[in-house]
T-cell receptor
Framework: KQEVTQIPAALSVPEGENLVLNCSFTDSAIYNLQWFRQDPGKGLTSLLLIQSSQREQTSGRLNASLDKSSGRSTLYIAASQPGDSATYLCAVRGWSGNTPLVFGKGTRLSVIA | DTGVSQDPRHKITKRGQNVTFRCDPISEHNRLYWYRQTLGQGPEFLTYFQNEAQLEKSRLLSDRFSAERPKGSFSTLEIQRTEQGDSAMYLC????????????FGPGTRLTVL
């Protein structure tokens, strides 16, 4: 059974810092990995999708990497801003491609002005 | 295209009552997923449709839960005889079914069972 772990559970940083959020998964046979942002009481916003054949994806100040063989992904946020404060969730999809996402518990990020 | 929508956004009910939630996926997305999220946890899979066919159900989906997707468009999730443990955020997601398979989520329905 696939399990996804996110470390740290919570993180507080001053504005402007670069930071790294970590995600690990137990079964390396994945179809893709998706990073989401969730604001309190809201739904999920997709940030980046990495296919199993890819090593990284970039969108603005966000960069996500994938090392499938070691079961790890990182989300790098450059020059953090208070508006980045949210919970960041990592989710993996099994190899069939139609399977549902398996989520970690998320990392709660606070960026202090 | 306005994204995935869900209705209602909030529902408060008394234990034992039935509730029904609706999800409207992004148009032409043929796959639709329901997830449940409790406080401090990531979303957990409940069930999945491809067009109108319900292809997979989680063990979390007890007999009190039923989902439909008539005509392969919107979907409904009904909970009968609600219990306090059903209190959670119910999230709907859709995906176009292309090779990309990126999932897009709605704003969720927050259920509180008193």
């Amino acid at each position: 059974k696939q399990e996804v772990t996110q470390i740290p559970a919570a993180l507080s940083v001053p504005e402007g810092e670069n930071l790294v959020l970590n995600c690990s998964f137990t079964d390396s046979a994945i179809y893709n990995l998706q990073w989401f942002r969730q604001d309190p009481g809201k739904g999920l916003t997709s940030l980046l999708l990495i296919q199993s054949s890819q090593r990284e994806q970039t969108s603005g100040r966000l960069n996500a990497s994938l090392d499938k063989s070691s079961g790890r992904s990182t989300l790098y946020i450059a020059a953090s801003q208070p508006g980045d404060s949210a919970t960041y969730l990592c989710a993996v999809r099994g190899w069939s491609g139609n399977t549902p996402l398996v989520f970690g518990k998320g990392t709660r990020l606070s960026v202090i002005a | 295209d306005t994204g995935v929508s869900q209705d209602p956004r909030h529902k408060i009910t008394k234990r034992g009552q039935n509730v029904t939630f609706r999800c409207d996926p992004i148009s032409e997305h043929n796959r639709l997923y329901w997830y449940r999220q409790t406080l401090g946890q990531g979303p957990e899979f409940l069930t999945y449709f491809q067009n109108e066919a319900q292809l997979e159900k989680s063990r979390l989906l007890s007999d009190r839960f039923s989902a439909e997707r008539p005509k392969g468009s919107f979907s409904t999730l009904e909970i009968q005889r609600t219990e306090q443990g059903d209190s959670a955020m119910y999230l709907c997601a859709s995906t176009p079914g292309t090779k990309n398979n990126e999932q897009f989520f709605g704003p969720g329905t927050r259920l509180t069972v008193l």
